[in-house]
């Protein structure tokens, strides 16, 4: 059974510092993997993809991809109360497949 | 563009009555799905579309019926709700990266 792991925390940093979420996936053959952030009672919404191993970084965030260590990192620098939400980890299988599978999510709570 | 819309946003049923989940995207995405979220837990798949006239299960089918007539629309059918059916439902579509858009999601409650 293809299996995406996430602590469900909660997370609680300070403000200004760096938030630190991880993600472990089962499927070696994984291709496609991201980071959606749900606000309490919201939906998700996508706030990073990567595709391949390394570094991706967009403003505050930066997604992490090591597929030989099967994990997938956000980290958000300069955290603020508004970052307070719950962070999804989602990965796609190999093949193009188009089903996600996602973690049960990590909460995180930046505190001023 | 409005990207992913449903319908309604809150419904409260009584045990055994049926209701349509309306889910509309404005997108052309061809992959269409409906989640459940139940509280604390992740997003567990009801059914997904590849296409128009093309549906096919997920992981929690049982209870629900889906169908794709157009691209744009893909309705979720609860038969004879059940307490158990008590969650917040999700529909979202899947752009060319693989990424998902969702809808604002609707709020069922079944007494």
């Known amino acids: 059974q293809k299996e995406v792991e996430q602590n469900s925390g909660p997370l609680s940093v300070p403000e200004g510092a760096i938030a630190s979420l991880n993600c472990t996936y089962s499927d070696r053959g994984s291709q496609s993997f991201f980071w959606y952030r749900q606000y309490s009672g919201k939906s998700p919404e996508l706030i990073m993809s990567?595709?391949?191993?390394g570094d991706k970084e967009d403003g505050r965030f930066t997604a992490q991809l090591n597929k030989a260590s099967q994990y997938v990192s956000l980290l958000i620098r300069d955290s603020q109360p508004s970052d307070s939400a719950t962070y999804l980890c989602?990965?796609?299988?190999?093949?193009?497949?188009?089903?996600?599978?996602f973690g049960r999510g990590t909460s995180l709570i930046v505190h001023p | 563009n409005a990207g992913v819309t449903q319908t309604p946003k809150f419904r409260i049923l009584k045990i055994g009555q049926s209701m349509t989940l309306q889910c509309t995207q404005d997108?052309?995405?061809?992959?269409m799905y409906w989640y459940r979220q139940d509280p604390g837990m992740g997003l567990k798949l009801i059914y997904y579309?590849?296409?128009?006239?093309?549906?096919d299960k997920g992981e929690v089918p049982n209870g629900y019926n889906v169908s794709r007539s157009t691209t744009e629309d893909f309705p979720l059918r609860l038969e004879l709700a059940a307490p158990s059916q008590t969650s917040v439902y999700f529909c979202?579509?899947?752009?060319?990266?693989?990424?998902?858009?969702f809808g604002p999601g609707t709020r069922l409650t079944v007494t």
């Open positions: 579309s590849v296409g128009a006239g093309i549906t």
């Open positions: 989602a990965v796609n299988l190999s093949g193009g497949s188009y089903i996600p599978t």
């Open positions: 979202a579509s899947v752009g060319g990266g693989y990424e998902q858009y």
């Open positions: 997108m052309n995405h061809n992959y």
């Open positions: 990567i595709y391949s191993n």
